[in-house]
């Protein structure tokens, strides 16, 4: 799977992040996500990174959307809140 913007994301994937901005108070315009094969294991591994301005965070894809609920962990704990838009 090749991630170039939020909306290159499988559509649940894609639905989930956009109601994880919504719930915050952001829209996915905010953020810059892109794909990224892990570097250790590219056959194997993959990222999502999302950056905000100067803030970024990677979370491994798994097929249980365990990423998205870090994402919305970070957006809770106001990881992205303090960076300016994008």
């Given at each position: 799977?090749?991630?170039?913007?939020?909306t290159?994301?499988p559509?649940?994937?894609?639905?989930?992040?956009?109601?994880?901005?919504?719930?915050?108070?952001?829209a996915?315009?905010?953020?810059?996500?892109?794909?990224?094969?892990?570097?250790?294991?590219?056959?194997?591994?993959?990222?999502?990174?999302?950056?905000?301005?100067?803030?970024?965070?990677?979370?491994?894809?798994?097929?249980?959307?365990?990423?998205?609920?870090?994402?919305?962990?970070?957006?809770?704990?106001?990881?992205?809140?303090?960076?300016?838009?994008?």
């Open positions: 799977m090749t991630i170039h913007t939020y290159d994301l559509l649940v994937d894609r639905a989930a992040f956009e109601l994880a901005c919504a719930r915050h108070g952001f996915p315009i905010h953020f810059d996500v892109h794909g990224e094969s892990d570097p250790d294991d590219p056959e194997h591994g993959e990222f999502v990174i999302v950056r905000r301005g100067a803030w970024a965070q990677a979370y491994r894809i798994d097929a249980r959307g365990q990423w998205l609920r870090q994402f919305e962990t970070d957006l809770n704990g106001r990881f992205f809140s303090s960076a300016p838009h994008a």
